[in-house]
């Protein structure tokens, strides 16, 4: 009992800019349905509706965030996260020098010696 009806996963294809621009013009032509021209060229629908709303962004016809402002982001978000998680181990790296600290002055350390206190 083979799978039945189950499609193989298509694999993950990569398309220049170039190419991607072509389509788009072709979908913006109207003489096709975007349904069509995806079928045409071997393409699934819903990657050439991207590009088309990617087009529409980069041309300010279409509210959102262009390839470039994406790819910032995308950027951004990982240095915050780097940042967030440079900023914890030092929390963490001071926590730990400063519950040792007590420990190494009592022990004969060469920290800092409490005031001395003279008279009443």
Known sequence: MESMGKK???PR?????EFKAEIVELCRRGDRS????A??????ETAVRLWVSQAEVGTGER???TSSEREELAALRRENRRLREDVDIL??????????SGCWRSAGGHGPKPPLVVGP
């Open 8 to 10: 193989k996963p298509r």
């Open 13 to 17: 294809r990569s398309f220049t800019p």
């Open 34 to 37: 975007v349904g069509q021209i």
């Open 91 to 100: 929390k963490r790296a001071t926590a730990f020098f400063a519950s040792m």
């Open 63 to 65: 509210d959102g965030l």
């Open 39 to 44: 079928r045409d060229f071997d393409l699934t």
